[in-house]
């Protein structure tokens, strides 16, 4: 189980990822695939990628 603490800043750093998508990011990020129906979301990817560099 994730500490009560790691999984408030997770939370937080997703929502401001989301929020700074929608408003501008989303204009300049392209995701280069194949795949119509991808497991994630490019939000949910940017959030694990900056949590796992701040936990280590």
Do not use: W
């Not at 501008?24 to 959030?47: A, G, H």
Request: aromatic letters at 16%; glycine letters at 2%.
């Amino acid at each position: 189980m994730i500490p009560k603490k790691k999984e408030l800043k997770l939370i937080k750093i997703y929502m401001y990822i989301c929020d700074l998508y929608d408003s501008e990011l989303k204009y300049y990020c392209q995701r280069y695939s194949n795949n119509s129906n991808p497991v994630f979301t490019d939000q949910e990817i940017m959030t694990i990628y900056l949590f796992a560099g701040h936990c280590q």
